[in-house]
């Protein structure tokens, strides 16, 4: 299999044939039905409302919520909680692909990548004739919020090189840490089965706003001070940090090509991530396209496009 945040030489690749699944979205509460469709090359991905009738190319400049999940607007069509089904396409080296939605949100399975991982390994994955890119990252650029923090800076290495600390003090998350070069056999067997969290304590502040509606112990690690209330309990001793990093994974594949980097970060979320991006396209000398330097036969290769865009909350 092609590197993870792949080594620049190679082609594009897309899925080899349409798979789907039906579940319930994290926040919405609603049942929603998915399919990863193969996709030309270049097109890279996209989310398709397909009760809407609208495209939602998955770029970070189109972010418009950060609020415990990862959404994307484009005027009022939404999707939201794309950050999974992007690690794990990110994951299986997979660029180009069309993923169709009945609903405003990717359905949250059982709040990891895995699902979405099975599924494509389900569905196959093909090279294509076009050559990949890549973002090599040329100089530091960190952003910040109080204590936490996030930076890409240059690597030696082919693909993305992550490391990240998260800390919830007096809960059964504690501190914890992880550094990891990204390969698809680090990210399948390290990141991908890891699932999301959350307090107790705001399950019912969350849903008091309209957040978690779908949430329950099958979608979610709950954690109630030192207490972890699922009762299989976790599925590794730092799940809590792994699945932080797996968002990374999935936040950072919004860049629209793998990256070429170093990734360091300190209680960084979806909000850092994208603002991490952000900041990154604002400054055209912190970056610039690597193409892979195979040549392109059959359908002409669309070229690798980004753009800056204000910062969200």
Same mark, same amino acid.
């Given at each position: ?102 609903? +405003? ?55 993305? =090189?992550?490391? %990240? ?24 067997? $390290? %990141? ?9 304590? =705001? ?25 972890? %209330? ?16 797996? =968002? ?5 594949? %919004?860049?629209?090509? +793998? ?29 610039? $396209? ?21 910062? $969200?909350?």
């Amino acid at each position: 299999m092609d590197g993870f945040f792949p080594v620049v030489s190679g082609r594009r690749r897309t899925l080899k044939s349409a798979i789907g699944c039906v579940g319930i979205g994290l926040h919405s509460g609603n049942r929603v039905s998915l399919r990863l469709c193969p996709a030309p090359a270049g097109q890279g991905i996209v989310f398709r409302r397909t009760d809407l009738g609208v495209d939602l190319p998955a770029r970070h400049d189109l972010v418009s919520d950060t609020r415990l999940c990862t959404a994307l607007s484009l005027g009022e069509a939404r999707v939201g909680t794309v950050e999974h089904v992007m690690a794990a396409l990110a994951g299986c080296g997979v660029d180009d692909a069309t993923v169709e939605l009945d609903g +405003p949100e990717v359905p949250i399975l059982d709040g990891s990548a895995a699902p979405f991982v099975f599924l494509i390994d389900c569905a196959g994955v093909t090279p294509t004739p076009a050559p990949r890119e890549a973002i090599e990252v040329l100089k530091t650029v960190r952003v910040g919020d109080g204590e936490s923090w996030a930076e890409l800076s240059p690597s030696p290495r082919a693909g993305l =090189d992550a490391t %990240l600390s998260i800390e919830f003090e007096g809960t059964a998350v504690g501190h914890q840490a992880i550094s990891l070069v990204i390969t698809p056999d680090a990210f399948r067997t $390290v %990141l991908a089965d890891a699932r999301t969290f959350t307090l107790a304590e =705001d399950v019912a502040r969350l849903r008091a706003v309209g957040l978690a509606r779908g949430g329950s112990l099958d979608n979610a690690v709950v954690v109630d001070g030192p207490l972890v %209330l699922n009762p299989g309990g976790l599925r590794h001793p730092e799940e809590f940090v792994r699945h932080k990093l797996l =968002d990374v994974v999935g936040d950072l594949a %919004l860049a629209g090509a +793998p990256l070429k980097a170093r990734f360091r970060g300190h209680r960084s979320g979806h909000a850092l991530n994208n603002r991490l991006l952000r900041a990154l396209f604002a400054d055209a000398s912190a970056w610039r $396209v690597q193409d892979s330097g195979v040549s392109a036969g059959g359908p002409a290769h669309m070229p690798l496009a980004v753009a800056a865009a204000p910062a $969200v909350a």
